[in-house]
């Protein structure tokens, strides 16, 4: 997934739950900083960060990795 695309359904998600960013960061123990850049786009966020924000809203997070058998 594009950090892009990862930061807008992140971004969605606050919005629909009407959570300002500073609060959201204040939920999930991470710096508003992160989340902003997060939410842009520019972020490389770790998965312990991606869990603890997708907990806080209540979305799921999969990481899927795949053997490429072409080769």
């Given amino acids: 997934m594009l950090k892009k695309h990862l930061g807008q359904a992140i971004k969605n998600r606050r ?16 710096s508003t900083n992160t989340l902003y850049k997060l939410e842009r786009g520019q972020g490389n966020p770790s998965l312990d960060t991606l869990s603890k924000l997708v907990e806080v809203l209540g979305m799921e997070l999969k990481v899927e990795v795949k053997q490429n058998l072409d080769k």
């Fill in 15 to 30: 919005k629909e739950l009407n959570i300002t960013q500073p609060h959201l960061a204040e939920l999930a123990q991470i």
